[in-house]
């Protein structure tokens, strides 16, 4: 690389080729590639923006679209803040082909990172059509779009909700799928979708990363996650307890075949997720056809676990009431993420007391998120 530019400046011709050098400069700092204009959708979100930063502190350029149904602008705002960097945000809906298509035309986007979706269990069992409809027929718009504007590099955000109850732990990427609530067929069904279009066409290159349990947020407190309405998941209803907001814990169920009787699952950092991104980017560039990888530790922790972990990080007691089981929860989830490690050259560096330590500054700094 270096020798290349050597011998275009002894030449004498530097100037002439100053765009050649800086765009092969551009293209092979660090072991990038020439995908480097990303469009994420859903970017304003809990993990795109996570990502965002990630991408930013690599040089990528970034480019979001959101209808912020479940986001704020805010978090796009605290990004800059973070990278020093701009983002291009488009406020427009997935759905809505004209304006994607017209967002498409207006810039040069080598790869698309898929984060839009909407993602409550307990909202698609009571809202099936509106989750298939915004999940599924957003998917469908966007690759319509790529394709027509000639971009065949995706990354897709699939979760481990695929596997349903999984026969054994730890899950790799070949075991059996199944989900069994509408948010999880719209995932396996876009899954689905996704391989039928890379066997049709062989130009796609797509990377199904299906993710554990992110938690954590950014380590400057400045972005995190930030749920509209009351947390579903565990963590962030932890962190509402230890902020005030919510009075106690409700642990659902303690007669799981598990240690100590709570659930267990792969919690793994939104920013361990985010270069998980990273590296299937990189992954891309090398045509691969379509890849599924599991993103995850590799490491189960019990609820009461994480509830420990967070009191130590946090120096506040989360009060908690044992209920009975959450319908639809299984007992154990935990992945075996060594695909990623062998293929992308990625593992989860951050374990769970950073996990709690950063939700927990993340929460503390602003107890009613990007309001
Ligand atoms: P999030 O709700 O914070 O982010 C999703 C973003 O997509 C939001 O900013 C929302 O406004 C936007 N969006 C939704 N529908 C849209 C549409 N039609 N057009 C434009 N924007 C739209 O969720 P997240 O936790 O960041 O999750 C990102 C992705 O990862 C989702 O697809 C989710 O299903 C998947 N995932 C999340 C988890 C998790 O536990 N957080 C686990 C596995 C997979
Ligand atoms: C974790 C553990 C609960 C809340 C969900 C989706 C999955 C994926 C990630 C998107 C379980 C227990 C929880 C509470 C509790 N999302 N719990 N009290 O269920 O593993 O996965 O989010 O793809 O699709 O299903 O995550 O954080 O809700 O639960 O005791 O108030 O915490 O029973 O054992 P889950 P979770």
């Known amino acids: 690389m270096h020798q290349r530019i050597n011998e275009i400046i002894n030449d004498g011709i530097a100037g002439l080729f100053l765009y050649e050098v800086e765009t092969l400069l551009m293209h092979n700092d660090g072991g990038k590639t020439d995908i480097m204009n990303i469009l994420l959708t859903g970017g304003a979100g809990y993990i795109g923006s996570h990502t965002c930063v990630v991408l930013l502190e690599q040089g990528y350029h970034v480019m979001v679209i959101d209808n912020l149904c479940n986001s704020k602008a805010e978090s796009l705002k605290r990004v800059e803040k973070i990278t020093g960097k701009k983002i291009l945000f488009y406020h427009e809906d997935l759905r809505n082909p004209a304006g994607v298509d017209a967002i498409f035309r207006q810039n040069e986007v080598d790869a698309v990172i898929h984060f839009a979706g909407l993602k409550s269990v307990a909202e698609s069992v009571d809202q099936p059509l509106n989750y298939y409809q915004n999940n599924i027929s957003g998917t469908l718009v966007l690759c319509e779009i790529m394709q027509a504007n000639g971009v065949k590099n995706l990354v897709f955000s699939s979760s481990a909700t695929v596997y349903g109850n999984p026969e054994t732990v730890p899950i790799d990427e070949n075991a059996p799928v199944g989900a069994f609530n509408p948010y999880g067929r719209s995932k396996l069904f876009i899954e689905e979708i996704l391989t039928d279009l890379s066997l049709a066409d062989k130009a796609w290159n797509i990377a199904l990363l299906r993710y554990f349990n992110p938690v954590g947020a950014h380590p400057s407190g400045l972005i995190g996650e930030d749920p509209s309405d009351l947390p579903n998941n565990l963590m962030p209803y932890v962190s509402q307890v230890a902020v005030g907001k919510l009075t106690e814990l409700r642990v659902f169920g303690d007669d799981y075949d598990t240690p100590d009787g ?11 997720l985010a270069e998980g991104h990273l590296s299937a980017l ?44 959450r319908p639809g929860d299984i007992p154990v989830c935990y992945a075996n993420p060594s695909l990623a490690e062998k293929e992308l050259g990625w593992t989860a560096r951050r374990g769970i007391d950073e996990m709690c330590a950063d939700a927990w500054r993340w929460q503390s700094i602003n107890p009613n998120g990007f309001v």
Not at 290 to 317: H, I, P, R
Request: aromatic share 10%.
């Open 262 to 272: 709570t659930g267990v699952r792969d919690y793994i950092h939104v920013m361990d």
């Open 282 to 325: 990189e992954k891309l560039a090398s045509n691969p056809g379509l890849v599924t990888y599991n993103l995850g530790t590799g490491k189960g922790y019990s609820v009461l676990e994480m509830v420990a972990a967070f009191e130590s990080a946090s120096g506040k007691q989360i009060p908690y009431k044992i209920m009975g089981r």
